[in-house]
T-cell receptor
Framework: DQQVKQNSPSLSVQEGRISILNCDYT??????FLWYKKYPAEGPTFLIS?????DKNEDGRFTVFLNKSAKHLSLHIVPSQPGDSAVYFC??????????FGKGMKLTVNP | NAGVTQTPKFRILKIGQSMTLQCAQD?????MYWYRQDPGMGLKLIYY???????DKGEVPNGYNVSRSTTEDFPLRLELAAPSQTSVYFC?????????????FGEGSWLTVV
């Protein structure tokens, strides 16, 4: 039973355009959501997060939107850059010690 | 500024062999984790610890053991390696507290069991 779902395994966009990465969750107890970015042969690194009391959080080119009623969040990257090419993981926490991850989505930004 | 350090980075094991993946963090974090990532899959939690002397099972603990004798170290032991344990292993840590504390990952350990 996958609690955090990233249904699209990959996305390809042109440099300068918007990248939209989606994530759905099933556990209504989740109260904090995070996005991690992973380059090949490296560990995941934290990108941006959002608390369930908010519906939007912005950090430079990265914005995360949360729709609690739909149990859906999305990461927007504007403008996309070739260096953004990586695997992006959505993760969620319910106040416990554990973080639940999605399967990841591979983003490719073409020059 | 080491953060989370994992060793070894790469290892090939024969079926039935044992080994320990080492993990150390220098951020004085109470919480530490071991995840594995299989190709095309997300990160699955193997074991975690909320402090020295305390460990608990995650989603996929079978075939592994852990110990947490100090705040800094959280080794993962494979007792009888099996091909199904071929994976990339990530150690991570974060401060105690609410959900909002970020988790920091090591660079990963690539393990192949043949």
């Amino acid at each position: 039973d996958q609690q955090v779902k990233q249904n699209s395994p990959s996305l390809s966009v042109q440099e300068g355009r918007i990248s939209i990465l989606n994530c759905d969750y099933t556990n209504s107890m989740f109260d904090y959501f995070l996005w991690y970015k992973k380059y090949p042969a490296e560990g995941p690194t934290f990108l941006i997060s959002i608390s369930s009391i908010k519906d939007k959080n912005e950090d430079g080119r990265f914005t995360v939107f949360l729709n609690k009623s739909a149990k859906h969040l999305s990461l927007h990257i504007v403008p996309s850059q070739p260096g953004d090419s990586a695997v992006y993981f959505c993760a969620a926490s319910s106040g416990s010690e554990k973080l639940v991850f999605g399967k990841g989505m591979k983003l490719t930004v073409n020059p | 500024n080491a953060g989370v350090t994992q060793t070894p980075k790469f290892r090939i094991l024969k079926i039935g062999q044992s080994m320990t993946l080492q993990c150390a963090q220098d951020m004085n974090h109470n919480y530490m984790y071991w995840y594995r990532q299989d190709p095309g899959m997300g990160l699955k939690l193997i074991y975690y610890s909320v402090g020295a002397g305390i460990t608990d099972k995650g989603e996929v603990p079978n075939g592994y053991n852990v110990s947490r004798s100090t705040t800094e170290d959280f080794p993962l032991r494979l007792e009888l390696a099996a091909p199904s344990q071929t994976s990339v292993y990530f150690c991570a840590s974060r401060p105690s507290g609410g959900s909002g504390n970020t988790i920091y990952f090591g660079e990963g350990s690539w393990l192949t069991v043949v």
